[in-house]
């Protein structure tokens, strides 16, 4: 083999599922001469089987953090500056990791943009998640963590407090955006959260509203709305929940008519479509060319971990509008999957499934 053909197979031994596109941009070769040299390695059963390809298809690229959360439940009353006998329980998580797995089990084909250490942490992200998702563009930043969430739960699992170590998104810049710049300009949707310092979550805006394609940015706390764009124009959806739009428009979400009002002021500013969740009241959504409307929250009488039901809600219902449903089809398509996931034990439940949703979507509307 020659030295060209070596390059190759070392990449594809590290991303089996590399187009020829990314290769030929990762190694700066141009696409024939990789077609040309991949044919070859067929011919000569260096590459078989399924080889190194999906097929090549659009991407949705999901941007944001990757986290390993922890719980721990502290057996009898918290005593500090002692020893405390407690159980413990180890998710991965991330809501951009969550939405990315979602939609991975759903059947789309994802790459993960996100920084981490060079730790066991990542170590338990990239076991969890490598099935469902293309990894290979996750940055390893040296000298730093893997993002961790570690809550501290009483009995009765109500929190006492909880330590987030999330520097390492400090580390998320422009730059590396820069360096991905061939797999987001070939991407169906962008969704972004926003653990992305505001720069980078401008940055992906712009870019999406040059090369046309839709961007869905999910926040992930109230403290962090100071992130949002300065200007709204051009964002496809936005899906926050009540909290959050209370903080960006500084007001108060007390009734129905507020809530609609908030959602329709997201429109006014340029957003396509918006969600505003408010846990078990149900969702307001808004857009251009349509009318406010309020949806009732699906009513789960055993809720088992309420974690990853928002992630669950956002990807069903952006899967669903990928695959050509209206805005009310699509938001109902989120709330069974939020509904289901409330039941399971699961961040992101392991029986989701395309055909399993659709399922789930007809017993709903039955």
């Not at 260096?46 to 922890?70: H, Q, S």
């Not at 219902?317 to 989120?334: D, K, M, N, R, Y």
Request: aromatic share 6%; glycine share 6%; proline share 3%.
């Amino acid at each position: 083999m020659d030295s060209k053909e070596m390059k190759i197979l070392k990449y594809l031994r590290k991303n089996p599922y590399a187009s020829q596109l990314e290769i030929a941009n990762d190694l700066q070769m141009s696409r024939p001469a990789v077609a040309n040299i991949i044919s070859q390695l067929i011919k000569t059963g260096k590459i078989t089987g399924r080889a190194y390809i999906l097929p090549e298809k659009k991407e949705i690229i999901c941007i944001g953090g990757a986290n390993v959360d922890r719980k721990y439940i502290v057996k009898n009353k918290l005593q500090m500056g002692t020893s405390n006998p407690t159980t413990s329980l180890q998710s991965i998580g991330g809501v951009a990791r969550n939405i990315a797995e979602n939609l991975g089990r759903l059947g789309h084909t994802v790459r993960l943009l996100s920084v981490v250490g060079n730790d066991m942490e990542y170590e338990s992200i990239e076991k969890a998640s490598s099935h469902w998702m293309n990894l290979f563009s996750v940055e390893k930043i040296p000298n730093h963590s893997t993002g961790t969430y570690s809550a501290i739960l009483d009995s009765q699992g109500e929190m006492l407090f909880a330590l987030a170590n999330m520097d390492i998104y400090d580390q998320f810049t422009v730059d590396y955006l820069k360096k991905q710049e061939a797999h987001l300009t070939n991407a169906q949707l962008l969704i972004i959260d926003m653990n992305c310092p505001k720069d980078v979550i401008e940055h992906i805006q712009a870019l999406s509203s040059g090369h046309k394609i839709p961007l869905a940015i999910i926040p992930v706390s109230s403290p962090k709305m100071e992130r949002m764009p300065q200007s709204l124009e051009g964002i496809e959806w936005l899906i926050a929940n009540k909290d959050e739009a209370e903080t960006y428009f500084e007001m108060k979400i007390e009734d129905e008519a507020s809530w609609k009002k908030a959602a329709e002021l997201f429109v006014q500013k340029g957003i396509n479509h918006v969600v505003i969740t408010n846990g078990s009241k149900g969702v307001v959504l808004a857009g251009r060319d349509m009318e406010t409307a309020f949806a009732p929250a699906i009513v789960v009488d055993d809720v088992i971990d309420v974690t990853g039901a928002g992630d669950a809600f956002v990807s069903a219902t952006l899967h669903a509008w990928l695959e050509g449903a209206e805005i009310h089809q699509a938001v109902s398509t989120g709330m069974v999957n939020a509904s289901k996931t409330l039941q399971s034990a699961e961040t992101v439940r392991t029986e989701l499934s395309k055909v399993s949703l659709i399922n789930e979507l007809e017993e709903y509307t039955r």
